[in-house]
């Protein structure tokens, strides 16, 4: 079924993202993660689609079995990153013949090693390019595409970032999921500027349960993010004393807030970033009563 149609229920949700694990001998363990989240009851989940396209054959796989054997509703993620015409038709022509709806267009991050995105085609240089063959050759898909509350690290305005984004929901896009971030206000201050930039299509907050310090530095030395003074300072407490446990429950404890302050101020749902992470996410499901 297609996202679009799902997010018309109008009840909050939560989605969840996973990314596959590079080597088979590890799909065991993640499909037992899989199974542990599925009381959470997410609208989707989504699989990402690894640095260069890494492990996109592992992400084909991955969503249809997880429409097939595990009766969710997958999106996959698909990148400009080594893309040729040929290899993303194969990709869309099977995620089609798998019964999956819903794929996220994404322009996608540098090959590791590089620092500066370098368009393998020039057929698709922007993730718009990629909506629009989307749109154009598989109508019947539903695309979602990035946003960012907090600006894309390379873009030059946040003027400028939203008139992308324009473009790419001008060009098909369905909805947005945005990327993470830590102060809802970036979030309702970044919807309102889009839609006053004639943007409507449904904004979907992304939300980080922060499990390791360590972790979200990494992730935000490489996204674009903020995180609150206050609570950085109240995760280094927590690693000082030498308690990874302890970051986790603040940091389950500061998502739980966050997706709860979201939905409350107007959020259609949250989109939780897993990590392949299960206990954490279902504590903050558990503590949002969906």
Same mark, same amino acid.
């Given at each position: 079924?297609?996202?679009?149609?799902?997010?018309?229920?109008?009840?909050?949700?939560?989605?969840?993202?996973?990314?596959?694990?590079?080597?088979?001998?590890?799909?065991?363990?993640?499909?037992? /993660?899989?199974?542990?989240?599925?009381?959470?009851?997410? +609208?989707?989940?989504?699989?990402?689609?690894?640095?260069?396209?890494?492990?996109?054959?592992?992400?084909?796989?991955?969503?249809?079995?997880?429409?097939?054997?595990? $009766? +969710?509703?997958?999106?996959?993620?698909?990148? #400009?990153?080594?893309?040729?015409?040929?290899?993303?038709?194969?990709?869309?022509? !099977?995620? /089609?013949? !798998?019964?999956?709806?819903?794929?996220?267009?994404?322009?996608?991050?540098?090959?590791? @090693?590089? &620092?500066d995105f370098v368009p393998d085609s020039?057929?698709?240089?922007?993730?718009?390019?990629?909506?629009?063959?989307?749109?154009?050759?598989?109508?019947?898909?539903?695309?979602?595409?990035?946003?960012?509350?907090?600006?894309?690290?390379?873009?030059?305005?946040?003027?400028?970032?939203?008139?992308?984004?324009?473009?790419?929901?001008? !060009?098909?896009?369905?909805?947005?999921?945005?990327?993470?971030?830590?102060?809802?206000?970036?979030?309702?201050?970044?919807?309102?500027? !889009?839609?006053?930039?004639?943007?409507? /299509?449904?904004?979907?907050?992304?939300? +980080?349960?922060?499990?390791?310090?360590?972790?979200?530095?990494?992730?935000?030395?490489? #996204?674009?993010?903020?995180?609150?003074?206050?609570?950085?300072?109240?995760?280094?407490?927590?690693?000082?004393?030498?308690?990874?446990?302890?970051?986790?429950?603040? $940091?389950?404890?500061?998502?739980?807030?966050?997706?709860? $302050?979201?939905?409350? $101020?107007?959020?259609?749902? /949250?989109?939780?970033? &897993?990590?392949?992470?299960?206990?954490? #996410?279902?504590?903050?499901?558990? @503590?949002?009563?969906?």
């Amino acid at each position: 079924m297609k996202i679009i149609d799902l997010l018309k229920r109008d009840e909050p949700f939560v989605s969840l993202e996973f990314f596959p694990p590079k080597e088979k001998s590890a799909w065991p363990g993640f499909f037992d /993660v899989v199974n542990w989240l599925k009381p959470a009851n997410p +609208l989707f989940v989504s699989v990402t689609y690894g640095a260069g396209g890494s492990t996109q054959a592992n992400t084909l796989e991955i969503v249809s079995r997880l429409k097939r054997e595990y $009766g +969710l509703e997958p999106m996959a993620h698909l990148t #400009c990153v080594g893309a040729a015409e040929k290899n993303i038709r194969a990709f869309l022509d !099977a995620l /089609v013949d !798998a019964g999956v709806d819903n794929v996220l267009a994404l322009r996608g991050d540098p090959p590791r @090693g590089q &620092t500066d995105f370098v368009p393998d085609s020039e057929q698709f240089r922007y993730a718009s390019d990629l909506v629009a063959f989307i749109r154009a050759e598989y109508p019947a898909l539903c695309i979602g595409v990035a946003a960012y509350p907090e600006v894309h690290p390379q873009a030059e305005s946040p003027e400028k970032d939203l008139e992308y984004l324009k473009l790419k929901v001008d !060009a098909g896009g369905d909805f947005a999921v945005t990327q993470l971030f830590f102060d809802n206000r970036r979030y309702f201050d970044f919807v309102a500027r !889009a839609r006053a930039a004639g943007i409507g /299509v449904p904004m979907l907050p992304g939300v +980080l349960p922060v499990v390791s310090l360590a972790g979200v530095k990494r992730m935000l030395s490489f #996204c674009g993010a903020s995180i609150p003074p206050d609570y950085l300072r109240s995760l280094e407490e927590a690693d000082a004393a030498g308690s990874n446990a302890a970051v986790a429950e603040r $940091g389950v404890a500061y998502a739980t807030a966050q997706a709860r $302050g979201l939905i409350d $101020g107007g959020a259609p749902g /949250v989109h939780l970033y &897993t990590l392949n992470k299960a206990e954490a #996410c279902l504590k903050i499901v558990g @503590g949002l009563g969906l």
